[in-house]
């Protein structure tokens, strides 16, 4: 016979829920696994509750590993974001200060070829991001591929185990 677990409310055999609790003055049948659960929540908190310094160093060394994750992701990302400005942008901004005026001595290259030379990196900055884009928008493609197969593969699935579920004799 089928038993009710108290905890998690599903069905369990016999053989599953060996295990009793007290809950208010009445014995009550609970899976194994919920009552291993309980038992060791109850006794994290009778630990706890008898060191309340150590659970308030267990707090504060989580908070520290969590902060420094978060400023090591954020220096990460930061110098990630730098360094596809740089490939993205190249020299532009550097070309375009000293072509209005940052260097006034310079003599080597014409005002028209460093104009020249700009159009050129813009030109190369628009290449680079419409091949981005073109890259995004496969991707999106791509993945609405997957996500239509996982929708079908779901189905299937769903269809193969109605069937095994209805025996045999039944088609």
């Given at each position: 016979?089928?038993?009710?677990?108290?905890?998690?409310?599903?069905?369990?055999?016999?053989?599953?829920?060996?295990?009793?609790?007290?809950?208010?003055?009445?014995?009550?049948?609970?899976?194994?696994?919920?009552?291993?659960?309980?038992?060791?929540?109850?006794?994290?908190?009778?630990?706890?509750?008898?060191?309340?310094?150590?659970?308030?160093?267990?707090?504060?060394?989580?908070?520290?590993?969590?902060?420094?994750?978060?400023?090591?992701?954020?220096?990460?990302?930061?110098?990630?974001?730098?360094?596809?400005?740089?490939?993205?942008?190249?020299?532009?901004?550097?070309?375009?200060?000293?072509?209005?005026?940052?260097?006034?001595?310079?003599?080597?290259?014409?005002?028209?070829?460093?104009?020249?030379?700009?159009?050129?990196?813009?030109?190369?900055?628009?290449?680079?991001?419409?091949?981005?884009?073109?890259?995004?928008?496969?991707?999106?493609?791509?993945?609405?591929?997957?996500?239509?197969?996982?929708?079908?593969?779901?189905?299937?699935?769903?269809?193969?185990?109605?069937?095994?579920?209805q025996g045999f004799f039944s088609w």
């Open positions: 016979r089928k038993h009710r677990c108290r905890i998690s409310r599903r069905f369990v055999c016999d053989e599953c829920s060996s295990q009793r609790i007290l809950g208010g003055g009445e014995e009550h049948r609970v899976s194994d696994g919920q009552f291993l659960l309980s038992k060791y929540e109850a006794n994290k908190k009778m630990d706890t509750a008898a060191n309340p310094q150590k659970r308030l160093d267990q707090q504060q060394h989580q908070e520290q590993q969590h902060y420094s994750k978060a400023a090591a992701r954020l220096d990460r990302l930061e110098a990630e974001e730098n360094s596809n400005r740089d490939s993205l942008f190249g020299g532009i901004v550097e070309s375009v200060t000293s072509a209005l005026g940052g260097a006034e001595g310079d003599n080597d290259l014409s005002q028209a070829d460093t104009i020249s030379g700009l159009s050129s990196q813009l030109n190369q900055t628009r290449d680079a991001l419409n091949q981005r884009g073109d890259k995004l928008s496969s991707l999106a493609d791509k993945s609405d591929k997957l996500v239509s197969a996982s929708q079908d593969f779901a189905a299937m699935a769903k269809e193969l185990n109605r069937k095994s579920n």
